[in-house]
């Protein structure tokens, strides 16, 4: 039974999980992400000197992700709805 | 140290584990922990393979930044999983579509040879792929038990390992004959290994840390004194960062597009919800389990300078190195963890494809046509547990003849790179209209080729030959031209293929004509928002078939029950008659999607079209009919909104109406009541004037008595018409407040004097009690010895002799509340809010003689309503209680 009543069913289900602007802002983190990993940029960070003394590419890297985290962290649980 | 037994017997112990969370998983499904996102995120990672568990590990002490790609490039992708997971997944919900073959395939026209292409490419770049994991278990086993490899099948612990696991996937992963439905125990299954092999990971990376090491920094200074390690922490110039950003494209691609990938991510998401949680969960776990490479493959350096041994292996090797057996144990099941899940996972999502898309299309739809719908069931299952036994034995047979000798990382990435070939097609179908079967086929076909002979023979072909020969090695030199000396081999062989592959597919698909079919798809799938609600309106289909036919068909794979219920439920949803002899699109894509989870898309499509006739359809046709559709879809969209405003309007208009109605027979009560207080008086005045006149002989005591009565009763008659006339104005607000700042016991007091004596002749006790902490309070001071007045005189005329009267005044927040109780008859429960009314009193003559206007608590109501108070009544022991309620600061100071 179940296999085609919630094909039927999903009817009620069907509406966006997030308004089209918040949507979008994750999509510009998605953007900015690659921006932030790609070659100009990424090789600005590209030193031997060390931050908090650690290699500044890898402080880097992880900061940036962490960062990500944080704002899709946020972003999702602002517009939730 | 650990024996082949016990550590043998630890493994059963973990299997028999996850076989109990399945099996809890599978019985309770409804309940809340197995319904969270969580288990949803948690089992995206499968993802972390033993590639992650010890290949990242090697790369990092050996290849440097070079591990970190692999992670990179999945985080990059999904926070745009909002809009692109979101969209398959409904486009996979509303075409009951099971595998990553048929989300493809029926995009391009729901082709039967394209889904077969696409289950090839899947099986040549993930058999080796499981292959690797049994690989990564057999060594960490005989590592962790310190035995030799064992040339043997049947002595070898893996072999049996393995067929457990074959056991667990086909059992659990076959429960279910249509393939898009939701396998709860298996992930769940995985979702624990996921949280399992980060816990272990996280204690072996603290164990490394703080146990053999002094902390994170220790490390990280006697590392640093290695000569090559600035080199290994820092991208080697603009060709190490190309590379980087190549390999970073490789994983963002896999992390969508990887079969187990888009098995756990699309065909087991359970609500679109799941989807938010693991976009910052997923990242979050990466993030964690790669945190502790870092420090584990440096201090496997450290620790192993100069010894010959693989760093792939550093993290079973150092706790062992401390003879930790216990941390050794942990590890190897972490690494367990991750191999079998990827081992499971990737089965199941194979063998859906090999079943649905290569053995049943290819090979048994002619006898499924004839068969019983039991028998079907159990052939459908058999097919697809045998495959999931031939994946697992195909690929241990790779792992023991071909990949014994190459790394977990190169063949990992190798199978990426061939997955990634079907990119251009996946992405397309999401986003471009125009893409074409063609176009799909031959651009893939290409880059395969590419691969093919870009990776595949230079991986396998020097496991048996020292160099190239012949043909084969004119062929390389001719194409020495192509080799970009700044990139290795997979980036090179990555981004030849997928420009050719890419470019073969948009500049043959915008060259040719597109086919009607495949267009209908593209639109379907591009604006699935658009048609989420009656996809089935939007599937264009012309010809004559009979409902009949094709229930006969349903009837084979469902069952003659279940086909009844669903046609049932069809012809609720589309509001058909249930005797309608023929079927039209909708009801035939409604039967391809009941079969489509069961044999696969095109399968299904195949059935259906052997008992229906179709006509054709130009392209042209297909397009207006879709743009028809779409524009009816937003007309509806249009006509339900505007109906639910008319609705809305009518709602007010009838509750208006019911209002006007109320309004009206409180009026003729209004008016009954006034005639019926004014009566009475005057039927006194004119009864004593009558006797007056008529008789001139009345003594004059008499008289005087006839003439008393007439004026108090002109009095009461004018005490009713003022108040009348005071409630009316009330009402209607054109008696405006004077709002000051008074005292409100000294209001009090100035109501209580002129009544004083009325209580005095009573014998009433009256007193007060003040709870207050301040006296000055707004409101209109006349108005409320009015009010007073009123309920004073109300209590006065229903308390017995020696009764009393007890007034107190108390505040709550920003309140001010006075109750005024008296004793004596209690009001009847019903009439409590009655009471308010005008000439509440007058209708209940039998319980009291009518004295004064009977309007006394209609005006106090007004008077505590206009000061945006209220007022209540209710019995309390031996009296009433009239609770008044007034706001300390009034803003609002006129009377409504």
Redesign the interface.
């Known amino acids: 039974?179940?296999?085609?009543?919630h094909?039927?069913s999903?009817?009620n289900?069907?509406s966006?999980?997030?308004k089209k602007r918040h949507?979008q802002k994750?999509?510009i983190?998605?953007f900015g992400?690659?921006i932030a990993?790609?070659?100009p940029v990424?090789?600005l960070f590209?030193?031997?000197k060390e931050v908090f003394?650690?290699?500044m590419?890898?402080v880097y890297?992880?900061a940036v992700?962490?960062l990500?985290?944080i704002v899709?962290?946020v972003i999702?649980k602002k517009y939730?709805e | 140290m650990m024996s082949s037994f016990a550590l043998f017997a630890v493994v059963l112990v973990y299997l028999a584990l996850l076989f109990l969370v399945a099996h809890l998983a599978e019985k309770k499904k409804s309940k809340i922990w197995i319904n969270n996102p969580y288990i949803y995120a948690l089992s995206l990672a499968v993802y972390c393979t033993a590639w992650t568990y010890y290949g990242s590990i090697g790369v990092a002490a050996t290849g440097g930044?070079n591990y970190?790609p692999i992670y990179?490039g999945p985080?990059?992708?999904?926070?745009?999983w909002?809009?692109i997971n979101?969209r398959i997944v409904?486009i996979s919900?509303?075409n009951?579509i099971s595998s990553l073959a048929d989300f493809i395939s029926l995009r391009y026209g729901n082709s039967r040879s394209f889904s077969a292409i696409i289950t090839l490419v899947c099986l040549f770049a993930i058999v080796p792929y499981i292959g690797l994991q049994i690989k990564a278990i057999s060594e960490t086993f005989h590592l962790v038990t310190e035995t030799p490899m064992s040339k043997n099948i049947l002595t070898d612990n893996a072999t049996f390992v393995v067929l457990l696991i074959a056991v667990f996937s086909s059992y659990y992963g076959t429960k279910?004959v249509?393939a898009?439905?939701k396998r709860l125990g298996i992930i769940s299954a995985i979702a624990l290994e996921s949280f399992l092999k980060l816990f272990f990971i996280i204690i072996l990376g603290l164990f490394v840390i703080y146990f053999a090491f002094d902390g994170f920094?220790d490390i990280?200074q006697k590392a640093s004194k290695f000569p090559d390690f600035?080199a290994k922490?820092?991208?080697n110039g603009?060709e190490g960062?190309?590379n980087?950003?190549v390999l970073?494209m490789i994983s963002g691609t896999a992390i969508c597009i990887l079969p187990r990938q888009f098995h756990t991510a699309i065909i087991e998401n359970r609500?679109?919800?799941h989807?938010?949680?693991a976009?910052?969960f997923f990242?979050?776990y990466l993030?964690i389990f790669t945190?502790f490479i870092?420090p584990i493959a440096w201090g496997g350096r450290l620790i192993f300078e100069g010894q010959n041994v693989n760093p792939e292996f550093y993290s079973i090797l150092i706790p062992q190195h401390f003879n930790n057996t216990l941390i050794t144990v942990l590890v190897f099941l972490g690494g367990l963890s991750s191999s079998i899940s990827m081992i499971i996972i990737s089965a199941i999502t194979l063998s859906i494809m090999v079943s649905n898309n290569l053995i049943i299309p290819y090979g048994l739809l002619g006898k499924f046509k004839a068969e019983n719908e039991v028998r079907n069931t159990r052939n459908i299952t058999n097919i697809r547990k045998f495959s999931i036994f031939g994946l697992v034995i195909l690929a241990f047979g790779f792992y023991k003849y071909f990949i014994l000798k190459t790394s977990l990382d190169s063949v990992g990435l190798i199978s990426f790179v061939i997955i990634a070939q079907l990119a251009p097609a996946f992405f397309g179908a999401l986003f471009w209209r125009r893409g074409s079967y063609k176009g799909a086929v031959i651009g893939l076909l290409a880059g395969l080729v590419i691969c093919y002979f870009g990776l595949i023979i230079p991986q396998y072909y020097f496991s048996y030959n020292s160099e190239l020969k012949g043909v084969l090695r004119d062929m390389y030199d001719a194409f020495q031209f192509f080799d970009i000396y700044f990139l290795t081999r997979i980036p090179e062989i990555f981004f030849w293929s997928i420009l050719v592959n890419t470019g073969l597919f948009t500049i043959l698909s915008v060259s040719m004509k597109g086919d009607y079919r495949e267009r209908n798809f593209a639109e379907l799938y591009v604006d699935i928002?658009k048609y989420?609600?009656n996809h089935e309106n939007a599937f264009i289909w012309r010809g004559t078939a009979y409902v009949s036919d094709i229930k006969n068909i349903l009837e084979r794979f469902l069952g003659k029950k279940?086909t009844e219920?669903?046609m049932r439920?069809?012809n609720i949803?589309y509001n058909i008659d249930s005797q309608t002899e023929t079927a039209d699109s909708r009801f035939i894509k409604f039967s391809e999607?009941?079969l489509a989870?069961r044999i696969g898309t095109a399968s299904a499509k195949i059935l259906i079209e052997g008992v229906t006739k179709e006509d054709k359809i130009s392209l042209k046709e297909v397009l207006n009919i879709l743009e028809e559709s779409k524009e009816n879809i937003t007309l509806n969209k249009k006509l339900i909104e505007k109906s639910e405003e008319l609705k809305q309007l009518s709602n007010d208009l009838s509750s208006a109406n019911e209002n006007l109605i109320i309004k009206d027979r409180q009026k003729d009560d209004f008016l009954d009541s006034v005639a019926h207080e004014l009566r009475t008086p005057i039927t006194a005045i004119r009864s004593a004037g009558e006797i007056l006149a008529d008789d001139d002989d009345i003594p004059l005591d008499i008289k005087r008595e006839f003439l008393n009565n007439i004026i108090t009763e002109s009095d009461r008659l004018s005490e009713i018409i003022n108040d009348i006339l005071y409630l009316d104005k009330l009402q209607h607000g054109e008696i405006a407040l004077t709002i000051e700042q008074n005292n409100i016991v000294e209001t009090y007091k100035k109501a209580l004097n002129p009544i004083s004596h009325l209580i005095q002749q009573k014998n009433i006790h009256i007193s007060e009690v003040d709870l207050l902490n301040q006296y000055i309070f707004e409101y209109d001071e006349a108005r409320m010895i009015q009010l007073f007045q009123n309920i004073l005189g109300n209590a006065l005329k229903f308390t017995d002799e020696k009764g009393t009267i007890q007034t107190k005044f108390s505040e709550k927040d920003d309140f001010l509340i006075i109750k005024i109780f008296n004793t004596g008859k209690n009001i009847p429960e019903e009439d409590l809010e009655m009471i308010f009314d005008k000439f509440y009193q007058s209708k209940n003559q039998n319980i009291r003689k009518p004295t004064g206007s009977g309007l006394g608590l209609a005006i106090s109501k007004r008077l505590v309503e206009a000061h945006s108070g209220n007022i209540k009544a209710e019995n309390s022991g031996l009296g009433v209680t009239f609770t008044i309620t007034l706001p300390k600061k009034i803003y609002n100071n006129e009377v409504e």
């Open positions: 039974m179940n296999d085609f009543v094909q039927l999903f009817i289900n069907h966006l999980i997030m949507e994750l999509i983190l998605s992400l690659l990993f790609s070659i990424s090789l590209n030193s031997e003394g650690y290699p590419i890898l890297v992880f992700w962490m990500s985290i899709s962290f999702i939730d | 930044l970190l990179i985080i990059m992708v999904i926070p745009a909002i809009y979101t409904r919900r509303v009951k279910y249509d898009s439905e920094s990280y600035k922490n820092t991208f603009i960062a190309m980087w950003m970073c609500q679109e919800k989807i938010k949680t976009i910052w990242p979050l993030l945190i870092f928002d989420i609600q279940k219920q669903a439920i069809f949803k999607n009941l989870g």
